[in-house]
């Protein structure tokens, strides 16, 4: 049904800005809701974001609120998250992720609502 790639990841110093891709594939790209999660070195993974399948609805995390944002182009079946003012606590493997939404505008915050997900990209900030 869908399958996702990211890109983008990297190393970064403190108060750097990164921008993660998620190029996505299938015949109803538009009619999915989607999300990026976390997971740093020790930890379980997290949310970090999310956004109904036509951009009008987005959700955060109080950790990164203000600092990311999340948008998609579903012209171009792709989402990306926009990191400013990094922090060393944001080091963690990023994850897409994304699920059926029909028509529904709604945003998902748990880990067991996404049913598709990419392989995650590594985001190192350094001191």
């Known amino acids: 049904q869908v399958q996702l790639v990211e890109s983008g990841g990297g190393l970064v110093q403190a108060g750097g800005s990164l921008r993660l891709s998620c190029a996505a594939s299938g015949r109803t790209f538009n009619m999915y809701y989607m999300g990026w999660f976390r997971q740093a070195p020790g930890k379980e993974r997290e949310f970090v974001a999310a956004?109904?399948?036509?951009?009008?609805?987005?959700d955060y995390a109080d950790s990164v609120k203000g600092r990311f944002t999340i948008s998609r182009d579903n012209a171009k079946n792709s989402m990306y998250l926009q990191m400013h003012s990094l922090k060393p606590e944001d080091t963690a493997v990023y994850y897409c992720?994304?699920?059926?939404?029909?028509?529904?505008?709604?945003?998902?915050?748990?880990?067991?609502?996404?049913?598709?997900w990419g392989q995650g990209t590594q985001v190192t900030v350094s001191p």
């Open positions: 956004i109904s399948w036509n951009g009008r609805s987005t």
């Open positions: 992720a994304a699920d059926w939404a029909g028509d529904s505008v709604i945003t998902a915050i748990k880990e067991y609502e996404y049913e598709y």
